[in-house]
């Protein structure tokens, strides 16, 4: 409660206010308002002017509002980006972001054939098990992959589905290399998923752009058919999203 305290007294007067301020108006004991202070600095949350001897808002909070920004703006973009790409292929497509450990749908364009995958707003996957995941895990930072591989817990989702950080590790690069991920049943028997991140002007994975069919219908030129397609989703998003 403190810290959000903190940040709307902060944002309400737009200016840096110092510990002394901060105490009065918030009722916080000096002593446990120092160590806040200090922590929020030290993880860029805050930011400390020390000719006026006063806290503002930092970076990282500055960050979250663009995070949550950027995710809106794709989505937004992403379902007419879809629809074309859905056209483009006659199979279905998704927008996923990352949440948590898992991936999470949140646009999608049906695929035209009589037999087609289904995924559906709000659906969410093991980031392990899908290739939109594989896409989001394989382009980020280097501490996020570390931290969560070193705590997965495998599910063997189907027989085909990777299980040992070894293998996902060694995929991962080879992800990170060519920018496209695949899974071959992997999550869903009977269906080839390939996708490609859709990275913000840091290179962060804003999220991920993703074509699942059924493995009976997949042959090479579907298979070049659907990268040109999410190549070229990919770089329409980036550009109606203003991230280019």
């Given at each position: 409660m403190r810290v959000l305290d903190l940040f709307e007294y902060l944002r309400r007067w737009n200016a840096a206010q110092t510990h002394t301020q901060i105490a009065a108006q918030l009722a916080i004991p000096k002593s446990s308002l120092t160590q806040l202070l200090k922590t929020l600095v030290n993880r860029g949350y805050l930011e400390y002017d020390p000719a006026s001897k006063g806290y503002f808002l930092g970076p990282a909070v500055v960050s979250l509002g663009q995070r949550s920004a950027e995710t809106r703006d794709l989505v937004s973009v992403a379902e007419a980006v879809l629809a074309d790409a859905a056209r483009a292929t006659s199979e279905t497509c998704a927008l996923n972001v990352l949440k948590g450990d898992v991936s999470e749908v949140m646009a999608t364009a049906s695929g035209t054939h009589r037999l087609h995958y289904t995924m559906r707003i709000g659906d969410v996957a093991p980031?392990?098990?899908?290739?939109?995941?594989?896409?989001?895990?394989?382009?980020?930072?280097?501490?996020?992959?570390?931290?969560?591989?070193?705590?997965?817990?495998?599910?063997?989702?189907?027989?085909?589905?990777?299980?040992?950080?070894?293998?996902?590790?060694?995929?991962?690069?080879?992800?990170?290399?060519?920018?496209?991920?695949?899974?071959?049943?992997?999550?869903?028997?009977?269906?080839?998923?390939?996708?490609?991140?859709?990275?913000?002007?840091?290179?962060?994975?804003?999220?991920?752009?993703?074509?699942?069919?059924?493995?009976?219908?997949?042959?090479?030129?579907?298979?070049?058919?659907?990268?040109?397609?999410?190549?070229?989703?990919?770089?329409?998003?980036?550009e109606r999203a203003h991230l280019g």
């Open positions: 980031l392990y098990a899908t290739s939109g995941g594989k896409a989001l895990l394989a382009h980020l930072p280097e501490e996020m992959r570390r931290d969560y591989l070193a705590r997965v817990t495998f599910e063997k989702v189907t027989p085909r589905t990777i299980d040992s950080v070894a293998a996902l590790e060694a995929e991962l690069a080879e992800v990170a290399r060519t920018g496209i991920a695949f899974v071959v049943e992997e999550f869903t028997p009977g269906i080839v998923g390939m996708a490609r991140p859709v990275l913000s002007r840091s290179g962060f994975p804003l999220a991920a752009v993703n074509i699942a069919l059924p493995v009976a219908r997949y042959d090479a030129a579907l298979k070049r058919r659907c990268l040109n397609a999410l190549e070229d989703a990919v770089a329409m998003i980036r």
